[in-house]
């Protein structure tokens, strides 16, 4: 996460989407090895808020699976878009990819939904946060 979170980060502040940040090299070798303490101490902080806040760690597990099947169903989507309009495939074809996967993925998620009222809303908060971003 961490590692993810510096990424992100060092990309947003190039793109002009952020302010300039520390960054600093750890490996002469490696590009991508980098530390951002400006993110380093964000993340801790929000890891601290989420364990004080969850009180538990089924809360947290609960929260974890309704961010991935969300993910899951929001790339699955994507991948429908890019294969219509990218790659022009058929509409059958698309429609039939859309049908297995999603109808795969859709069943976790409704799965995963009933636990949004223990832990589930925070990832839900944060598309909802992002996606008016």
Do not use: D, K
């Amino acid at each position: 996460m961490v590692s993810g979170s510096y990424s992100m980060t060092r990309q947003a502040v190039q793109l002009g989407y952020l302010p300039p940040m520390t960054v600093r090299q750890t490996s002469e070798s490696a590009a991508g090895q980098i530390y951002m303490p400006a993110v380093n101490w964000l993340v801790f902080v929000a890891v601290m808020v989420l364990v004080v806040t969850f009180h538990s760690a089924t809360n947290l597990a609960n929260a974890y699976g309704v961010a991935v099947t969300g993910t899951f169903v929001t790339t699955t989507c994507m991948l429908l878009v890019l294969t219509r309009v990218g790659w022009r495939w058929p509409r059958w074809r698309v429609a039939l990819l859309g049908l297995v996967l999603l109808g795969l993925e859709l069943v976790f998620f409704a799965g995963n939904v009933l636990e949004v009222v223990s832990g589930g809303w925070l990832p839900l908060g944060v598309a909802v946060v992002l996606l008016t971003i």
